[in-house]
């Protein structure tokens, strides 16, 4: 199993130019998700999703669209980039749906994508 | 929404034990308590988690207070490969798991 994969690894975009981050997993996993980690601080969710074709936001969701058309692939689009924008992005998966379930349910982290705009 | 208080930063000499303190003293009764870490460079990986119990497994060791306001990962022995950031983490709203800035730990040769 490859896991979580993400392309690019690096990205430089100018302002206003739209791009998307690409996530596949091969584990057959339900939940998806999306975060962004600026320096030196921790991840904050961008936006979700607990199977094919449901997504939801998370706590930093503005300036980015999500779909899951389906089980293996989340992409993330950046509408029109900004500098604020600019940080280093993990997709993760986990094989149940909600992340707090009692049984635990680890999730797998892909291994980022930095993300550049000018 | 239920939020975790570690310290910035801690050392430990390599081959010694390490006890990272968390403060979770919002805990509701049913969320687990997961910690991951974030080696440089890389993504997040799972370490362990517990509800009311201690828990062991081939990483770690989580020790859970007896009110759950707070627990302990340690690792028995640390070595270089063990300097990470280390999260605390509970759950926050139905699917997210609030990350916070975490433990920066140091091991000294």
């Known amino acids: 199993n490859a896991g979580v994969t993400q392309t690019p690894k690096f990205q430089v975009l100018k302002t206003g130019q739209s791009m998307t981050l690409q996530c596949a997993q091969d584990?057959?996993?339900?939940?998806m998700s999306w975060y962004r980690q600026d320096p030196g601080m921790g991840l904050r969710l961008i936006h979700y999703?607990?199977?094919?074709?449901?997504?939801d936001q998370g706590e930093v969701p503005n300036g980015y669209n999500v779909s899951r058309s389906t089980t293996e692939d989340f992409p993330l689009r950046l509408l029109s980039a900004a500098p604020s924008q600019t940080s280093v992005y993990f997709c993760?998966?986990?094989?149940?749906?909600?992340?707090?379930?009692?049984?635990?349910?680890?999730?797998?982290f892909g291994p980022g994508t930095r993300l550049t705009v000018l | 929404d239920a939020k975790t208080t570690q310290p910035n930063s801690m050392e430990s000499n390599e081959e010694e034990p390490v006890h990272l303190p968390c403060n979770h003293s919002?805990?509701?009764?049913?969320?687990?308590i997961h910690w991951y870490r974030q080696l440089p460079s890389q993504g997040p990986e799972y370490v362990i988690h517990?509800?009311?119990s201690n828990v062991n497994n081939r990483m770690a060791s989580l020790a859970i207070a007896e009110d759950r306001k707070s627990s302990t990962l340690i690792l028995h022995r640390a070595t270089l490969r063990d300097a990470a950031v280390y999260y605390c983490?509970?759950?926050?709203?139905?699917?997210?798991?609030?990350f916070g800035t975490g433990t920066r730990l140091t091991v000294i040769p």
């Open positions: 993760a998966s986990s094989y149940g749906a909600r992340v707090g379930l009692p049984e635990g349910n680890e999730q797998f």
């Open positions: 584990m057959n996993h339900e939940y």
């Open positions: 999703s607990v199977g094919a074709g449901i997504t």
């Open positions: 919002t805990i509701s009764g049913t969320d687990y």
């Open positions: 517990g509800l009311t």
């Open positions: 983490i509970l759950p926050f709203g139905a699917n997210n798991l609030f």
